[in-house]
């Protein structure tokens, strides 16, 4: 994440993917200098659901199940934050 709103965000969308799927292991929120995150105008996250070279998370990136049901998570993630805003 880059900034406070960042923050936000980036904890928001954390607590829908361990929501979603409580067998992955908690990594938390960090912050980091990312070009992507760090040169831009709006707040921004940059969401690592697994890793392909993992043999838990591989099997389960291969899942097309599990990859929509992340995909929501971030999506709810984004909306809690903007509902938060208002």
């Given amino acids: 994440y880059s900034g406070s709103e960042g923050y936000s965000l980036a904890k928001n969308i954390h607590k829908q993917i361990l929501i979603a799927s409580s067998q992955s292991p908690d990594r938390g929120v960090r912050r980091s200098r990312f070009y992507v995150i760090r040169k831009t105008t709006m707040p921004a996250a940059l969401v690592e659901i697994g890793f392909v070279t993992g043999i838990?998370?591989?099997?389960?990136?291969?899942?097309?199940?599990y990859r929509k049901k992340m995909s929501f998570a971030i999506a709810k993630g984004i909306l809690n934050y903007l509902e938060e805003l208002k």
């Fill in 56 to 65: 838990y998370d591989a099997a389960l990136l291969r899942q097309k199940a």
